[in-house]
């Protein structure tokens, strides 16, 4: 019997070892190319984790037959215009989802708006994406706008945020975008009262989409696809923004309610919804997550 001593070694630079190497530099290579997020998705968090969502249809923003949405007087059901524009209002909810099915039993995506932030300088507020809506507050003129409401642009609406956002999404980072998403939100109702803004209403008052992040509760981590109520959620303090592995600030539900509870975060409802799956886990290591 040969002893093994005498077996001849291969060399690292030997074709043997140059081929395993060559095979495993193109295992990570599809690992890495696997783990983006793909066109249609985003990240977010649910039970203290990271989560991928998967956008399988557009949004919707509910409007009912009784509605308003435009606040010029006439209910839904008798202004045809009011139906020509997506209106996707905070505070403002229907009865009933997409489906028709009771908003009572609604999944709840809460949507974490950074509404800290310390910027002055008007000119740093985003832009409308391709122009805007006719009246909706772009640049310059929404910074004036917010400044005159907050004493500084918050991130939500800085053109390249201070913290890690999950949208805008990698794939498109264009300030007031996300896959899938509208890309401008009505605050009319949210603002009503405050300087500057009638109450009630008398017209929307159209702004960017924010920058944001997302958290689903934690029986919702693993869903298939359904509709999902956006549920803004304002956080006042940057100690509780997620970091954007998940490890720290808030990534569950129970963190957001703790907030809220202390008056750090102030959450409302909507007509928005979106239409998404989601699964535990991350498929992207927060490789876009915008704003840093």
């Given at each position: ?16 070892w ?6 495993s ?6 690992t890495?190319a696997?783990a ?10 649910g039970?203290?984790?990271l ?22 007087a ?10 020509q ?14 489906t ?7 999944a709840?995506?809460?949507v ?21 809506r006719?009246?909706e507050l772009?640049?310059?003129q ?18 390249t945020p201070?913290?890690?956002?999950q ?5 498109n980072?264009?300030?007031g ?11 009319s109702?949210?603002?009503a ?20 992040s ?13 509709w999902w109520?956006?549920?803004?959620v ?5 100690a ?8 720290s ?5 129970r963190a ?20 998404f799956s ?15």
């Open positions: 019997m040969k002893s093994s001593q005498f077996r001849p070694q291969r060399s690292l630079t030997s074709p043997f140059t081929t395993v190497v060559t095979c530099w193109m295992t990570l290579a599809a890495a696997w983006q997020l793909a066109p249609n998705q985003t990240n977010g968090f039970n203290g984790r989560v991928t969502f998967t956008y399988l249809q557009n949004f919707d923003c509910v409007d009912e037959p009784t509605m308003d949405l435009d606040h010029n006439i209910l839904a059901q008798s202004d045809p215009n009011e139906m524009t997506p209106i996707c209002q905070a505070v403002t909810e229907p009865t009933a989802d997409p028709g099915g009771d908003l009572k039993h609604t709840h995506l809460y974490l708006v950074p509404m800290f932030g310390a910027d002055t300088d008007p000119a740093d507020a985003m832009p409308c994406p391709n122009g805007g006719p009246g772009c640049g310059v929404l910074g004036n706008a917010l400044i005159a409401l907050f004493g500084h642009i918050p991130e939500a609406w800085r053109t201070s913290v890690a956002t949208c805008p999404d990698p794939n980072p264009v300030s975008t996300c896959t899938m998403h509208a890309s401008s939100v009505d605050l109702v949210l603002l009262g405050m300087p500057g803004i009638p109450n009630p209403p008398t017209g929307p008052v159209f702004v960017p989409t924010p920058n944001h997302h958290v689903v509760d934690n029986s919702r981590v693993n869903a298939k696809p359904i109520e956006v549920r803004p304002l956080i006042m303090d940057p509780d923004w997620p970091a954007p592995d998940g490890s600030g808030i990534t569950s539900s957001m309610d703790a907030a809220e509870a202390a008056g750090r975060a102030i959450e409302v409802g909507s007509n928005f919804f979106l239409f989601s699964k535990g886990g991350s498929t992207s290591s927060m490789h876009g997550m915008d704003g840093m």
